[in-house]
Each structure stands twice: as structure tokens, then as C-alpha cells.
């Protein structure tokens, strides 16, 4: 039994129509209302150059529930019972333009944790189009691919807690739902998790519009201080060393993508979805063709505070 959400002013508090282990949370207007007056103190070029701007900001959304809502968000993500939430206005008006949103995730973001310099971007948010057309080398922003289950920062040195994705805006758009899955839920976790190539280093590289000149190893299972699974994969990356390692990321990759329980979700425009990333997974469902289609995202990650 899920126990009663709390409640907050100015803020509508749900589970997900599917699962109880997603927090929704609409930011009803009156509060958006509060915080164009501290939001319009700094733009972008502020936020990206002087990060104290960015506290700033995030406590003037935390004060419009007198700090319950940084309380809300760190417990929901650190519960391995739930670890994932979806928060965003209630309402998308002519206030809230494309600079409000990345305030909006940069406010959210800097109430649970430091982010992550973002190498592809080269700031500590990355802002990318999904369009018909596209010649990048990774998943990232191929509509019609599927993007497999995966978990962020399996290529890189900083450590990646918790990631944000938020949905800027998108037109002509049909399918491209996001696609969640809880590690606890997965049918063939047991068998994986204890199979010993999965505690083996594997070596995660990353394609040149990611801007990382390393390559990283690590295996993609280990255990937390409880002792619980943890997972950190991504289909594209990892560089398999034998036979091994290459069938046993196939056997991963068809279990994960086989899963029968799955979310998948629509994101509003202007919501975000906030998930710990080491026991949640995440993807995108591919989109239904269109030339004029066009998605725009933002993405943070980054560590818990640990003070």
C-alpha cells in the first residue's frame, strides 16, 4: 500500500496513472506567477557564467512552499520504492517562454544537487533538436530509431546521480513517448544482475559530438550501500573485449527492450521527468514520420549534495 502523498500550496501532488513509484507534480499558476519577478532577474548568459545565480533561483521556488518542496523532490528520488518523478507547469501561458523553462529545471536541478558539465554543450545543461532530418552520430536525435532503455553518464569520470529531461516545446508530433523502466520491476533482473560478466569491467566510449576524449570502464551492475542492484548502461557506448562481453550485452539489450513493464508515458511541453539514474532506465519510442516535425529537449544530471 503507497502511503498518502503530501500535499503543498500552489502545487497539485499525484501518482502516475500507471505506477506509484512516479510522483507528478503540477505547479498550479499562481505559483508560476511568484516566480517571474525572481526568474526575470537573470538570464541565461548569468545562470551559465556565475553559478552562485543559480541557488538563487532555486531557492525562490523553494520558498513558495517554505522549503517543503526541495524536501519533496530529495525524498522522492533517493526512495528506491519511487526514485522518479514528473513536475512542470499546470499551465503553458505566453508567461512562460523557452527561458523560463530552462530556469525552471535549472531552479529544480539546484534543490537536489550540483550538476554535471555538460561536455556536448560545453555549459551545465544541454539543449538538442529531434528533427525529420538528421546526421548526428548517436540515437540522440534519430526520430523514427527507437531509443533503447539506458541510464545517463556511463562514459564519463563525474559522477551522475539523478538526471532532468524536460520537454522545451515540439511540433508535429506523433509518438516519441518516453519509455521508463524501475530496475525492481524488471522481470529479469535476478538472472542478469547475478550473472558475473555483468560485474566485469567493461570499457564505455562515446561518439565525437559528445566532446569527451576519454574512455571510462566499469561493469554495468553493482550493488548499493544496502546492497541492492544498481545498474549503468547505455546500448550504444560500451566496447565489448571478447565473446563474453558481446553476448552478454545482447542477452541485456533484448531483456531490457522485452520488458513488459515498461512506462510509457506522455511528457507535456514544459514537464520534465527527474529520475535517480542508477535504478531507473529510460527511452524514447520512436516517432510517427513527418517532415515537419521537431522536438526540443533539455538535459541535466549530476550528483546529489552530499551535505
Known amino acids: ?59 525562490a521556488l523553494d520558498e513558495t512552499t517554505s522549503g517543503e518542496l526541495s524536501e519533496l523532490l530529495n525524498k522522492t528520488l533517493k526512495n528506491r520504492d519511487t526514485g522518479c518523478l514528473i513536475i512542470g507547469p499546470e499551465n503553458i501561458s505566453n508567461k512562460i517562454d523557452h527561458n523560463f523553462l530552462v530556469k525552471l529545471s535549472t531552479a529544480i536541478t539546484h534543490l537536489i544537487g550540483n550538476p554535471n558539465f555538460d561536455s556536448m554543450a560545453g555549459k551545465y545543461y544541454a539543449r538538442f533538436h529531434v528533427k525529420h532530418d538528421d546526421n548526428s552520430d548517436s540515437y540522440l536525435r534519430k526520430a523514427y530509431i527507437n531509443m533503447d532503455l539506458h541510464t545517463d553518464g556511463t562514459y564519463v569520470k563525474e559522477t551522475t546521480d539523478w538526471l532532468l529531461m524536460q520537454k522545451i516545446e515540439e511540433e508535429n508530433v506523433q509518438g516519441g513517448e518516453t519509455a521508463l523502466l524501475h530496475l525492481d520491476d524488471w522481470e529479469h533482473l535476478d538472472e542478469l544482475f547475478n550473472d558475473e560478466v555483468g560485474k566485469q569491467n567493461f570499457v564505455w566510449g562515446s561518439p565525437k559530438s559528445k566532446n569527451v576524449d576519454y574512455k571510462v570502464e566499469h561493469p554495468v551492475f553493482s550493488k548499493d550501500k544496502n546492497g541492492r542492484p544498481q545498474i549503468s548502461y547505455i546500448d550504444q557506448f560500451p566496447e565489448p573485449k571478447n565473446m563474453e562481453q558481446g553476448l552478454f550485452l545482447q542477452k541485456l539489450s533484448d531483456a531490457l527492450e522485452g520488458s513488459k513493464n515498461k512506462i510509457i508515458t506522455p511528457l507535456p511541453v514544459g514537464s520534465a521527468v527527474v529520475a535517480n539514474n542508477y535504478f531507473w532506465l529510460h527511452g524514447r519510442k520512436p516517432f510517427v514520420e513527418n517532415k515537419k516535425l521537431s522536438r526540443e529537449l533539455l538535459r541535466i544530471r549530476g550528483s546529489f549534495f552530499t551535505n
Open 1 to 59: 500500500m503507497s502511503e498518502a502523498l503530501k500535499s503543498l500550496d500552489g502545487f497539485e501532488i499525484s501518482y502516475h496513472p500507471e505506477t506509484n513509484r512516479i510522483i507528478n507534480i503540477k505547479i498550479k499558476d499562481e505559483t508560476i506567477d511568484k516566480l517571474i519577478f525572481p526568474f526575470k532577474k537573470f538570464n541565461l548568459t548569468a545562470l551559465e557564467y556565475k553559478p552562485f545565480t543559480r541557488f538563487t533561483i532555486a531557492k
